[in-house]
């Protein structure tokens, strides 16, 4: 039972390159942790696109519901940007979302010691900062119906004659099940969640505020909730971030609002998240992990890249999926090790300069730390 | 021609104690600048529910259609909380923003160099900011059918038994107008136009960004135009907010985007808005004017709100309704000295501390300053 299948999809710009590292700390885990791995390898997004004309085949979409955890890198390039919408790179990323019903995206934004400097806000604003976006990902305005451009040619104020429509839905049931992922994970920390939503001007979020609040009032009235304005919640994270543990939102403001919770640490290049759905057969739960960060095409295959978000990724995995937490913490630690004494990749060399390490130099400071 | 109609809408919370300092500035104008107003006041918001148990009568919203501008406060209150969504507070705001079809929301994101240190961002990051968010405000999921909750009852999958639904539906006409909005304020600014949207994830962000496009190689191929993904917006105000001069985007990401870019500058209390329509008989545009910040509850009637956003707001109504960019010059920059001697209201006090000025002693030091 301490065997684990995986599948590795390194996807597009520097997914290879961080995805590479993480092997290597898999086989570390594997030569000296006692735990062993069953590794496939596939393609997603642009690189699946090159390949076979789709950014997902339905192939590497069987393998990824039947693995214990799929470890992605990123999707995206600047130059599948005139492809059609259906055949895009992240459509590949959100038909696994969809297929595997990955509910619930977890997005920690913490902020490194080491590297409080390199955030635009203030060292005592950041210094510290430790919380967890618990985003929706599989409903909302992402999936809804009905969804398109259309055109409008009899409506004589409508210059140009086309409207385009998406849909918000959620139910009820889908609110309440990401509403849980959030207060179990706020029970392990600070025992707070904060729910976001419009609820003053969307009707489908006052069905999410009354929900959340249900679940609380029935299953978790020992957490701590607070409801806020999603415009507010962009504001509150800028001007006080500190003031959150856990925040849940749905799939939209949670994609804005992630980002801008990792921006304020000042270091994407090493924020993982996790993304978890319901229990398979053997208990582990539907699972895939990747780094915040995109495809950074601009940087890709030149060794620039920092490998840190998507090992921690992997630490995500350990301890989400494989339920190895010691595991983790002590991968968490080496990482951690390795920015104190100094290992830096191109995207955290502050204004004094130095000779940054390469994507593989880092890697291997990790793996020899730990 | 000097002759200008205004309506005043105090509204709720901190609305009547601000509004009432920006009276005390509109009628130095009039007594100094050879100007005359014809005044008329209204209610809005709680303060039109507790009269008239709505939050807008069609009496106040015709004299709004009929007024060179719509000066407000704020709306919403706590109290208010539990009231049906359809008499909310919000539900009277967004009735003018619709009715008046106030297409085109201006919200100015200014640092001012005083208050630079209030911000949560490091100095060298947000001095001299100088951004112009230009938002969509009467369509997108604010107002697209169909929309509200219903009963899902016959969905086993769905616990609960519920589904909130709203339409993000915008049409080419809508965002082809408020593109032009945007190249125009652009081309009396540093000639950038930044548009934002989900045109990755959502086929209304390709009509959005396709429509943009159309208007700027058709119309105004001088503005140096690009385009982002709304997430990566978030990320980038608050990575390097000064790379932007104007931001163009629909309603919902521009509630946000705009609110975060507010809190970047530190000083919500400062920030003004105008939301404009199409141009009427007079050639004056249809007009609200509106601070950014709330009703702050919390802190009303005691005399220690901010009325400079209210104040900043009426000197937009001069330049933007009443071509009267000298006298809006002269208001601005009587604020600029004011702060700068160091009149400061309670929520621009520093840790140093201090005697705050009152909401009316800041409105006369204004007025002294003219
Ligand atoms: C790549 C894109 C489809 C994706 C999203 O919008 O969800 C990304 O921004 C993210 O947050 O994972
Ligand atoms: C009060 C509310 C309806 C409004 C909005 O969501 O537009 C406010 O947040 C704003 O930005 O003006």
Redesign the interface.
């Known amino acids: 039972s301490d065997s684990y299948s995986l599948l590795i999809l390194p996807g597009d710009g520097i997914g290879p390159e961080v995805m590479a590292e993480v092997v290597k700390v898999i086989d570390w885990f594997g030569a000296n942790r006692g735990m062993s791995f069953d590794i496939q390898h596939g393609l997603v997004g642009g690189s699946s696109y090159d390949a076979h004309g789709t950014p997902l085949t339905d192939e590497t979409m069987a393998k990824a519901q039947s693995v214990d955890a799929v470890l992605l890198g990123a999707v995206?390039g600047t130059q599948y940007d005139s492809l059609d919408?259906s055949v895009?790179p992240?459509r590949g990323l959100?038909r696994l979302r969809k297929e595997m019903d990955l509910y619930a995206n977890l997005r920690p934004a913490q902020c490194f010691d080491a590297l409080a400097d390199f955030s635009?806000?203030?060292r005592e604003?950041v210094a510290g900062l430790d919380i967890l976006i618990v985003r929706e990902l599989t409903s909302g305005?992402?999936f809804?119906e009905p969804?398109?451009?259309h055109s409008?040619d009899n409506?004589p104020?409508?210059?140009?004659?086309?409207?385009?429509?998406?849909?918000?839905?959620?139910?009820?049931?889908?609110?309440?099940?990401v509403a849980r992922s959030a207060f179990e994970l706020a029970r392990r920390r600070s025992n707070r969640v904060c729910s976001m939503e419009?609820a003053?001007?969307?009707?489908?979020?006052?069905?999410?505020r009354e929900?959340v609040q249900?679940v609380h009032d029935n299953e978790y009235p020992d957490v701590e909730l607070s409801h806020m304005y999603?415009?507010?919640g962009?504001?509150?994270?800028?001007?006080?971030p500190r003031q959150f543990d856990v925040i849940v939102t749905d799939n939209?403001?949670g994609?804005?609002?992630?980002?801008?919770a990792?921006?304020?640490t000042g270091s994407?290049g090493m924020l993982p998240s996790a993304s978890l759905g319901a229990p398979m057969a053997n208990g582990r739960p539907k699972a895939l992990y990747e780094p915040v960060h995109g495809s950074a095409p601009d940087i890709a295959g030149q060794g620039k890249a920092n490998p840190i978000a998507c090992i921690l990724s992997f630490a995500m995995a350990l301890r989400y999926s494989f339920d190895q937490g010691d595991a983790a913490a002590e991968l968490e630690r080496a990482v951690e090790r390795v920015l104190a004494d100094g290992a830096r990749t191109a995207d955290l060399m502050g204004p004094e300069g130095g000779t940054p390490l390469s994507t593989s130099e880092m890697g291997d400071r990790i793996v020899a730390a730990l």
């Open positions: 995206g919408f895009k992240e959100l635009s806000l203030k604003v305005v992402y809804g969804r398109g451009i409008d409506n104020d409508n210059e140009g004659g086309r409207v385009g429509i998406n849909t918000q839905r959620y139910t009820s049931g889908e609110i309440r099940r419009k003053n001007v969307m009707e489908s979020g006052i069905l999410w929900e249900w999603a415009d507010n962009a504001m509150q994270l800028v001007r006080k939209l403001f994609d804005l609002l992630s980002d801008a990792a921006m304020l994407l």
